[in-house]
């Protein structure tokens, strides 16, 4: 397998080192915040293989994935993606810590999760070994003493009173200055935030795979949300991967 990739569109560029890939993926300087989600999906839409993403993307997909985090104040995952990928704390490499700050980010960005039934173990890897003080959003109704054993470890943030409110996590990540927030999932994070419209962009992988069986999609949420996307980058891996950029049309 190759991490290689090469711009289709909409300029044509051959085997891309970092700085233009980073550059491919850059947000707009003049949004005042931006929330982008960063998803694989084999070509007949399934999510996961043997129940996780991983066994989708190709090596230049993880790249992408690495790289992808450089542009983040915040990275936000869902409690299921904590539990099924294993994350653990959540720590960029030194070439990363340094191109961070030389682009006026925090040398690591800050984990948040969304949990709203707190099932997350406060002596887990994804607090105990983190470089920064994690973020978990929750519902005022979660059970008050998982809300206090989290507490020692992370910022525990209510944002709604049964349901979630997605446009609330935008504002609270806001206000403590994270405005690039970049998602790596799952389906219930991806589902409910394009149901709330706070979602600007996908970068989607397309693997070259077709999976069959009934894994789920990327996008899940208890009502329909059609939102209008618009191309702006095409990436082809060298294994046949399509690393796409859709932002929304707003
Ligand atoms: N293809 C990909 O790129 C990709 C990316 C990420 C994950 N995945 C796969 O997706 C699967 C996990 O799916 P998932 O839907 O469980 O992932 P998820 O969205 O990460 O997690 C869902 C859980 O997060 C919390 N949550 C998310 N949105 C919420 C909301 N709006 N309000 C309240 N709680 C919310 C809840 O946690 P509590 O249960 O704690 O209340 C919910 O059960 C795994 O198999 C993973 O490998 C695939």
Redesign the pocket.
């Known amino acids: 397998m190759s991490a290689r990739v090469d711009m289709l569109w909409p300029r044509r560029g051959d085997d891309l080192r970092d700085e233009a890939v980073l550059a491919a993926y850059a947000p707009p300087a003049s949004a005042p915040s931006w929330l982008r989600m960063?998803?694989?999906?084999s070509l007949d839409g399934a999510?996961?293989r043997d129940?996780?993403?991983g066994g989708?993307g190709g090596d230049a997909d993880r790249r992408v994935f690495e790289l992808l985090r450089r542009w983040a104040d915040v990275v936000l995952?869902?409690?299921?993606?904590?539990r099924?990928?294993g994350y653990g704390g959540m720590r960029v490499d030194d070439d990363a810590a340094a191109w961070r700050t030389a682009h006026g980010f925090a040398a690591q960005p800050v984990l948040a999760l969304?949990?709203?039934?707190?099932?997350?173990d406060p002596a887990s890897d994804v607090f105990a070994t983190a470089p920064v003080r994690p973020i978990v959003y929750t519902?005022a109704g979660a059970d008050p003493a998982r809300r206090e054993a989290l507490a020692a470890v992370a910022d525990v943030v209510a944002v709604g009173a049964a349901?979630?409110d997605?446009a609330a996590v935008r504002a609270d990540l806001v206000g403590r200055g994270l405005r690039r927030i970049h998602s790596?999932?799952?389906?219930?994070?991806?589902g409910?935030?394009l149901a709330a419209g706070v979602v600007d962009e996908l970068c989607l992988t397309l693997a070259p795979t077709l999976e069959a069986g009934d894994a789920?999609r990327?996008a899940?949420s208890d009502r329909p949300a059609p939102t209008g996307m618009r191309l702006e980058g095409i990436l082809r891996s060298a294994d046949d991967e399509l690393l796409l950029r859709y932002r929304r049309v707003s």
């Not at 960063?38 to 999906?41: D, I, R, S």
């Not at 995952?77 to 904590?82: C, F, P």
């Not at 969304?114 to 997350?120: E, K, N, Y």
């Not at 790596?184 to 991806?190: A, D, I, L, N």
């Open positions: 960063n998803f694989v999906t999510g996961t129940g996780r993403s989708l995952v869902g409690a299921g993606t904590v099924s990928e969304v949990s709203a039934r707190l099932d997350l519902v349901d979630l997605p790596e999932g799952g389906p219930g994070v991806f409910s935030f789920e990327i899940r």
